[in-house]
């Protein structure tokens, strides 16, 4: 992937701590996130108050302070000329709708952060908050990605910031607020066909629809990038993280959909090029 091609954006920056007061909302996990936190919260139950109050969003500090990220620091320049190729696709893509596309922060911390979601650790993995609408990730996270992932390329990690700009996408064009509503009058969130398994499932789309649009943009794909994004989403599947932790599938805890599922709509979003082939809400298969 010839990632230099892309323009570099200001809107990486670090965080430096502080703040106080109480969550908004939930925090959007990305790339297994919520699968590994309940991991945790299983094999550790002195955790458990913490990561399930995580999960919901309650009763935790506000966003932090924070500064410009260092440029000069290789991992940081990677993200800022992925972020930028985003900001540049979904600001033309939102343009043809009529629409304005607004650029979210994406804040690099380590360890653990303070959001408007409430609080979080390196341990979730990426992930996006609607509260304040910003995209947070630890970079020790991309050598898990290479270690415990088998994904070790740039494409793959490009991906991984991508599928949390599809929430961000997701939040623009009100598919959140509608995902909550529909929360509210019963719907099941978790589960093989619950509405947080369509919702990741759109974000894997939408990341494939940037993917097809920043190549049509920059012609920076090179042989095998998009089979490693490929690789990435099949091993992050809820039926293989499950099966990895624990040895068993269980299908009514699914968050995130199955490793095939989530290979087939970055591919659809790939293919297509087209938000409107990622309606996985009113999708009879996932």
């Known amino acids: 992937m010839l990632w230099n091609k892309s323009r570099s954006s200001d809107n990486v920056v670090e965080s430096e701590g502080g703040g106080g007061g109480f969550g908004l909302g939930p925090i959007h996990l990305g790339f297994g996130g919520t699968v590994i936190a309940i991991i945790i919260a299983i094999l550790f139950p002195q955790t458990r108050g913490i990561i399930f109050g995580l999960l919901a969003g309650g009763g935790a500090p506000t966003p932090q302070q924070t500064t410009q990220a260092d440029a000069s620091d290789p991992q940081v320049n990677f993200v800022k000329h992925i972020l930028g190729s985003t900001e540049d696709v979904w600001s033309a893509y939102f343009q043809k709708m009529g629409q304005t596309y607004v650029d979210p922060k994406l804040v690099l911390f380590h360890g653990q952060v303070n959001t408007a979601c409430g609080g979080a650790s390196a341990a979730v993995g990426p992930f996006y908050c609607p509260g304040d609408k910003q995209v947070y990730l630890d970079l020790d996270f991309f050598q898990e990605l290479a270690t415990r992932f088998h994904s070790d390329s740039d494409f793959a990690r490009a991906y991984v910031i991508a599928h949390e700009i599809g929430h961000h996408v997701q939040d623009q064009l009100g598919i959140m607020d509608a995902e909550q509503k529909a929360h509210a009058r019963g719907a099941p969130m978790e589960g093989a066909n619950g509405l947080s398994v369509r919702l990741e499932l759109q974000a894997d789309c939408f990341a494939g629809v940037w993917a097809n649009q920043s190549q049509q943009q920059l012609q920076w794909l090179q042989p095998g990038d998009v089979e490693s994004a490929l690789n990435a989403a099949s091993q992050i599947g809820d ?27 970055f591919k659809t979003g790939f293919q297509s090029g087209d938000i409107s082939a990622c309606d996985t809400f009113k999708a009879q298969q996932l």
Do not use: I, K, N, Y
Request: net charge neutral.
């Open 239 to 265: 039926d293989t993280l499950q099966r990895e932790s624990q040895g068993t599938v269980m299908p009514d805890s699914f968050t995130h959909g199955t490793s095939a599922q989530r290979v087939r709509w």
